[in-house]
Nanobody
Framework: QVQLVESGGGLVQAGASLRLSCAAS????????MGWFRQVPGKEREFVAR????????NYADSVKDRFTISRDNTKNMVYLQMNSLKPEDTAVYYCAASTSYTSAAARYNYWGQGTQVTVSS
């Protein structure tokens, strides 16, 4: 059983940056693909980014490509999402998740954090 705890959300103005962190415990961190997803009320959870087991391979949603960077530190059991040039449409609850597959499908992620709110004002 893997426990995930996100932090780093907040209220920022458009154009600002935020760094989300996710601390993992209770499992072998390096055996999981880590992903970030986001969700706004009334909409389905949306894939944002994923990072493979060793941190070499990454993949992003088109909406965040070139603005967001996902990374992981297997020595600290941490995954990060650096978000630059934030836009109001990035406002959402952001979730960290773990999967045994290198996938962007939310249904394939077995473990989820509780989420952290990111609000970007115009």
């Amino acid at each position: 059983q893997v426990q995930l705890v996100e932090s780093g959300g907040g209220l920022v103005q458009a154009g600002a940056s935020l760094r989300l962190s996710c601390a993992a415990s209770g499992g072998t961190f390096s055996s999981y693909v880590m992903g970030w997803f986001r969700q706004v009320p009334g909409k389905e959870r949306e894939f944002v980014a994923r990072v493979a087991w060793k941190g070499v391979n990454t993949n992003y949603a088109d909406s965040v490509k070139d603005r967001f960077t996902i990374s992981r530190d297997n020595t600290k059991n941490m995954v990060y999402l650096q978000m630059n040039s934030l836009k109001p449409e990035d406002t959402a609850v952001y979730y960290c998740a773990a999967s045994t597959s290198y996938t962007s499908a939310a249904a394939r992620y077995n473990y989820w954090g509780q989420g952290t709110q990111v609000t970007v004002s115009s």
